[in-house]
Every structure is written in C-alpha cells, then in structure tokens.
C-alpha cells in the first residue's frame, strides 16, 4: 500500500448530522484541519440545509438530498478555484449545518410597562406577554448575518434580540392602535398578526420568519387592576345601603377573626359594630335607609287617595270616564241628578249616584228643600 494510500484512508468519506438537543440552529462539521477528501459524501436530512464554506467563502448551499462532492454538482465551488490537480488531494473546506425545521414554544414578555392613552382610563400603563415560532428560511444569509463563524448555535444565542424586535413592534401597534384596554381581549388574535407582520419583515434580514405569533395575555397595573374590580363591585353591589351592611358585617368578622391587636378589644368592636347595624337595620326596614332629615320615630305619612274616575248611564248609552270634579260640574248643572246610574272600577255593579258616599255629598252642596214644602 502507498503513503497516498495510507493518508487517503485517514480522511472522512460520510458527513452527515443528527440533530437531537432541539435547541442548536446551527452545527458545523468538525474535521481536523478541515480537510475533506474529493468525492466524499453529505448526506443532508429534511429539515436541514447545509451550506459549503471554501476558504472563508460561501461557495453553495445543499438542500435536502444524497450529494457527492465533486465537480459536476459543486458548480459554484469551481468557480472559486480552478482545480488543475483534478480535486485528487482533499481540500480545506468547511460544511455547516443549519436547521430548518420549527422552534416552537419560544418565550416574549414586555420587561417593562408599556405607556398608552386608553379612552376609558386615561394614560395608563400595561404588560403583555405569549409565544412566538422561529424558522430558518434563508440559511446562507442566516450564517451570513448571524452566525459567522460560530460552530455550534444555539436558539438562545438570537432570542433576546428577537424578544427585543417583538416588544419593540407591539409597543409601537398597541400604542397607535385606539382599542380600549377592556376590548384588548377580544382582539389579541388580530394584534398578533399586526405584531407578526411587522416583526417578519425586520427578521427576513436575518434569514429567519416568525411562522406563529400569539399574544397570550395584557395586563393592567395591579392598582388599576384594583380600582377596576371595586368598580365592578359597587356595579354589582346595586343597593349601596345594602352593600354598606354587608361590608360591615365583613369587617365585623374579620375583626372578630383576627387574634392581633387585643382580642378581647376586637370582639369588643366587633360586638358594639353589631349591635350598630342591627339597630340601624331596625329602624330602616328591610328594603332600604330612611331620609336623613326624618327623626326615626316619625310615622311616615300615608299614601296619597286615589281619585276615581266614574261612568254615566242614561238611556242605555254609557259615557265617560268623568273625574270628580266634572261630576260636580254636572250636578251644578243638573246634568247629573240622585237618580242617575254611576260606576267606577272596583265597583260592584251600577248604582245610583245617590247611593254612593262619594258622590252624595255633591248634591248636598246647596241647602235641600225645608221640610213640608
């Protein structure tokens, strides 16, 4: 055997790479001296790119597939160097491996409060966070621009500058969008594409895309967060008398509860809150607080009478209705004499003018005629 031979057997004939950390975007193939022998083979999975690096130039990218380093599928590589001695002797090159598949799951969070005029609140600030896809579309710009020379990249190496991209694009949108803090919610699907758009165009520098963008949650500040939910309370609360008891009673237990501060002097307050309340509950009946100008042994006045209004029967024709003071006004005139036939609702039947209190006192207005006459 010859020391050609010899030292064509010691060089690497398969380059191939597998992939298992889920993490690494990038791994060059390490061999010492970089020294890959002619007619080699490099195989390239789904998933994967492979881009070839011939002294410090990018000479070709290799999709998917079975490739045999050689001249007839290596065009771009010849013309970088003219091979006269017939590619016999391995040559100083260097392959990597770019991972085309999906980064899923990824992380984004605004690290600070974004500041926005909200047109039910005001100037308020608010926190967003969710997920976002990455995918290596352009492998050969992708080491270009990002990875250089790096032989093992991984996702954490670019996330930071992608979660700085994200917050910065949603700040932006979120801020000119107009949508009330309270609407936010509904309307996350249609921010997300917003963010997306706006995000892909600034990464499709990079050789990369954001394949999926999901806003997960927007939340306010905690004390606007709290101010809110007193607000939704005192909208359920409805009667404030009410809520005002029932808040009370909270307070009396939870003094009543709490060992701190001297229990007995807590049982104490809690007892004398009680009592409070219960006269108060007393004096105001069920259904609501009595005016504060009303001393609490005042009887409270009676409801106003209810004025009838009446019906007039007269030859089999009905007419009406006629308020009392009309009634008057037709005795006056003799329109409406004892004998005429009146009703009211709730009155059981026609009954003769005469006989109902109500309107007797019309025909007694006038002095009756002196007896005997």
Known sequence: MSIF?????????????????????????????????????LTVREGQAAVFVHEGQLADVFTPGLYMLETNNMP??????????????????????????R???????????????????????IRAFGT?????????????????????FTMDEISYQIRNIIVQAFSRIIAGAGIPVLDMAANTADLGKLVATEISAVVADYGLSIPEFYIENISLPPAVEAALDKRTSMGLAGDLNRFTQYSTAEAMTAAAQNPAGGGGMGAGLGMGMGMAMAQQMAEQGPWG?????????????????????????????????????????????GKLT????????????WMLAEDVAELAQLFTVLPPPPPGA
């Open 132 to 152: 976002y896809t990455v995918r290596v579309t352009d492998a050969a710009k992708f080491l270009t621009e990002i990875v250089g020379t790096d032989g093992e």
């Open 5 to 41: 031979d010899f030292l064509s057997g010691q060089f690497i004939d398969v380059i191939h790479w597998t992939d298992d950390t889920r993490d690494t975007m990038v791994w060059r193939f390490e061999r010492e001296g970089h020294e890959i022998k002619y007619g080699a083979k």
């Open 103 to 125: 980064f899923n799951n990824l992380k984004w969070g605004t690290k600070n409060p974004i500041m926005l005029r909200d047109p039910e609140f005001g100037p308020t600030r």
């Open 338 to 349: 004892r004998q005429t036939h009146v009703w009211t609702p709730g009155q059981d039947g």
């Open 76 to 101: 771009i590589l010849t013309t970088l160097n003219h091979w006269d001695h017939g590619f016999r002797s391995p040559f100083k090159s260097e392959i990597y491996y770019v991972n085309t598949t």
């Open 289 to 333: 607080a009595r005016p504060a100008s009303q001393p609490a042994s005042q009887t409270p006045p009676p409801p106003p009478p209810v004025e009838h209004v009446w019906h007039i029967a007269e030859g089999g024709e009905t007419s009406g209705p006629f308020s009392k003071a009309a009634m008057g006004r037709m005795a006056r005139e």
